[in-house]
T-cell receptor
Framework: DAGVIQSPRHEVTEMGQEVTLRCKPI?????LFWYRQTMMRGLELLIY????????DSGMPEDRFSAKMPNASFSTLKIQPSEPRDSAVYFC????????????FGNGTRLTVT | AQTVTQSQPEMSVQEAETVTLSCTYD???????LFWYKQPPSRQMILVIR??????QNATENRFSVNFQKAAKSFSLKISDSQLGDAAMYFC??????????????FGTGTRLTIIP
């Protein structure tokens, strides 16, 4: 099993540019989560999907952030326009739809907005 | 809302010794799950151990064990025979139990563990 695959691993962009982060969950997992990690705020849930449907997006900071899951094997997190305060590590995680199933995390994307 | 508190930002232990990391949580739910994740410098999040709240027996995974005190809402992690590879950030996490698919994990702020050779 390849695990959760995120791309890119690092992203450096200028303020105002659009950024798209990608995630491929583990095959067979039907829940997908996007987390953001910063020194100040720790690990925050941005949004999560069950069976490709967004369940809770209350953690999405503002309208500049959007996430999609067009099918069971792919999800994107988009920031448009990006700002320096968006600099963070963004994690994608997936799990089975069983109540005690742990989350399996990707290696994260380190985003730097200058 | 559920909250998870890790009151020890940093801990250190001598190699081969035992160390305990603390975690408390706040919830009004009676059924839930608790987890410890490890994040080494590679930044990968690795599941260390998990505990179901309805189980009285403390979970154990090799050198890692937990002390789960449901009434006190406490969930500490004990690492025995500490090894250099145990150096990492450790996060405690909570998940509410439902019958309708998966729920999110709520994380604590983490404890940075240093192993002294």
């Amino acid at each position: 099993d390849a695990g959760v695959i995120q791309s890119p691993r690092h992203e450096v962009t200028e303020m105002g540019q659009e950024v798209t982060l990608r995630c491929k969950p583990i095959s067979g997992h039907n829940s997908l989560f996007w987390y953001r990690q910063t020194m100040m705020r720790g690990l925050e849930l941005l949004i999560y999907f069950n069976n490709n449907v967004p369940i809770d997006d209350s953690g999405m900071p503002e309208d500049r952030f959007s996430a999609k899951m067009p099918n069971a094997s792919f999800s994107t997190l988009k920031i448009q326009p990006s700002e320096p305060r968006d600099s963070a590590v963004y994690f994608c995680a997936s799990s089975y739809g069983r109540v005690n199933s742990p989350l399996h995390f990707g290696n994260g994307t380190r985003l730097t907005v200058t | 809302a559920q909250t998870v508190t890790q009151s020890q930002p940093e801990m250190s232990v001598q190699e081969a010794e035992t160390v305990t990391l603390s975690c408390t949580y706040d919830t009004s739910e009676s059924d839930y799950y608790l987890f410890w994740y490890k994040q080494p410098p590679s930044r990968q999040m690795i599941l260390v151990i998990r505990q179901e709240a309805y189980k009285q027996q403390n979970a154990t995974e090799n050198r890692f064990s937990v002390n789960f005190q449901k009434a006190a809402k406490s969930f500490s992690l004990k690492i025995s025979d500490s090894q250099l590879g145990d150096a990492a950030m450790y996060f405690c996490a909570y998940r509410r139990r439902t019958n309708f698919g998966n729920e999110k994990l709520t994380f604590g702020t983490g404890t940075r563990l240093t192993i002294i050779p």
